[in-house]
């Protein structure tokens, strides 16, 4: 939808003073492209879309856009999850790869720990959806997610400052300067400090739940010696200082027992009612207040992220770069499952103290990454037409360690006791080449890509029976995905197409894992080949945008997290095959007329496991499966409207609404442990009053809500804990928010 979204407010007119939709550019081809020219569904957001819809980070672009879906890694509040017509990974793993990959100014991001970032300058982005194997290469089987910040400008001074203060202590500043250093080259400088109290107080022990402390500085720099070479530099670091949402138990024992006031012979007793939850056959409620045993603690994540891009204009028409990436996590995570006194003091462990106590986990994890590309990027003519081509050769490395500092409900841990280190490298050679005949309006694209990956783990485990010390993992995996794309254009405005494509996601292995033989054996390889028929046009003169597509995909070898060990945390990564998604998706702008703007956006899943039970491997029973997979919404669709007007002395007046809404999803693949995630739909609104003239520059004024009706749902419920009386535990999605932005710009 927001491909449609994006042009809502940019309204351009032509010779007769008729509005018109303007044209949007995207770069998911590695080229600057009309997205109506790309055969791939898209959905884009610029700046101006948003600062409207108030998106700050990851998590905020999910429920803008159907068929995806963005939130917190269950437990960890710096870590985020991200799924893609129902394709992502539910556990966030250094052994394992995510489905769906996210790109930072051409810079791929290999780790989703400490991604939960928000950027302090950050120009559009971009998320294409389902796979994008030959350009994007491994780990894209759900699609990718481009990040592109703002370049600096030659020859031009600019400032902007943007402040916000809203409910709930919100309090953000942004500031912004670009800085011209001669005639050939300029710097940009941004710096972010974002806070925000928790909204679950947490009378026990700690900080409250769901507080944010982000701080965020990028530098760039743009030199063009010669018309024919440009050097784009950037380096930023952020700090990440959140704690944890609160995750409730919704249902169980445990709820039950402190709704009834039934005595529960455990020590503090009375704080159980700090969990009242009302039977499932009444309203869930969000709680305000809980009580913690374990020191809420908020999680302690430093970044560096650097690139450097070289651009030579070789001749004409062809472009070829270095795109050079380097980016170091360094993080002290604290997971936890509920602070719920009655599950806590069940916990095997729980007798050991309060810092210690089996729902709470921290983890100290160091990432570093390394990446170096190469493009050529270009078109060729000849007699009947030409050929535009992009290929490529890419190069890939990372090293991480992982310990596990936590007290587990499985019994004491010692210090270094669980630890996981890893060695991956990766390269890929990849070409894409569209024919595009003079006298035909047919186009032909094909495409494909080599990748081959050798990854490496070791583990220590001194915490299970047996015991194992330095156990390796050592596997390659090669991966041959073509893709083809016949395109037709009905018309100067209409044009279809159809296509095949591949998307590969590499094995990995388990920090989890409880047996070594499993730690060695990991998980093989995952693919999917998706078929795809698409249609992109603009209508009524360019006042109607209908942009759709309709898809199945071949699913095979899934990598799912199977409990194989005594207790739920204890798991390894095994394959599941045969699996199916189909659906749809339709992005729909209509100019209603000058002022006003109607976006709307609908995607449909279908998704079906190819098995009913898998084995785990430890000689146990098979474990049964759900029928859906997870994070994968059968509806889910956006409406915003908007409206702007110029008014007295230049200034304008704008305002939007949008209602997002998901329907009810399953929050993991096991039958009994997954539980289902509440459907909801949220409702957003804003008004600006913007073009003030003030001190040499213009400022735009701002009044925003989100959620306002203040819609309560779960948004990762899950039931591993049922035998200590939680059947289901969520942590649930913000409340209802607001709060005033002024931005002052000087150009």
Known sequence: MLGCITASLQVMADNDGGPRLEEIIVTAEKRSQSLQDVPISIAAMGEEQLEKFNINELQDIGAKVPNVVVNEYFGIATTFRSFIRGVGAVTVEVTQDPAVALYVDGVYVGSSFGGSFESSDLERVEILRGPQGTLYGRNATGGAINMISKKPVLDEWNFTQTLTAGNLGRVRSNTAINIPLGDKAAARLGYLVSRRDGWVENTGFGKDYGIEDRTAARMALRIEP????????????ST???TVGYSQVISGYASA???????????????VTADIVYPDSITRSRKEKAFSLLPVEADDNEILGTSLTLSWDLFDRTVLKSITGYRDVDATQYTQVTGTPYVTLNTPIGAFGPRTLGTGGIYNLEFSQFTQEFQLVGDWGYSGGSVEYV???????????????SMSIGGLKLPGSDRTETENNSVAL???????????????????????????AERTNLNTVPAFDGTKYDKEFNNFSPSVTLAYDVSDEVNVYAKVVNGYRSGGTSVLSYQASLFQQGADEETITAYEIGMKGDFLERRLRVNGAIFRMEYDDYQGSIQTGPQPAERDNLNIGDNTITGAEVDITALLSHNLTLGLG?????????????NPGTGAPPTPLVNELPFAPKFSYSVSLDYYRQIMDGMALEWNINYS????????????????NDRYGVLDASVSLAQIPIASGFVKVTLWGQNLTDKEYAVGNIGPFAPLGASEISPFGDPRTYGLTVKYQYD
């Open 602 to 614: 609908a995607g449909y899943l279908d998704t079906k496991f190819g098995e009913d039970s898998v």
């Open 240 to 242: 990440i200082k959140d």
């Open 257 to 271: 027992v402190a709704g009834t006031g039934i005595p529960i012979t455990i020590p503090l007793a009375p704080f």
């Open 391 to 405: 290929s490529g050769l890419y190069y890939y490395s990372d090293e991480a360690e992982n310990n596990d500092l």
């Open 430 to 456: 990849y070409g894409q080449a569209t024919l595009i005949p003079t006298n035909s309006r047919f186009k032909v694209t094909l495409g494909a890509r080599y990748s081959r990956d050798q990854r490496k």
């Open 226 to 237: 010669s018309d024919t070479f440009m050097i784009d530099f950037a380096a930023d670091f």
């Open 661 to 676: 809404y998901q329907d009810k999803t399953e929050s993991g693949i096991v039958f009994g442990t997954s539980q289902i």
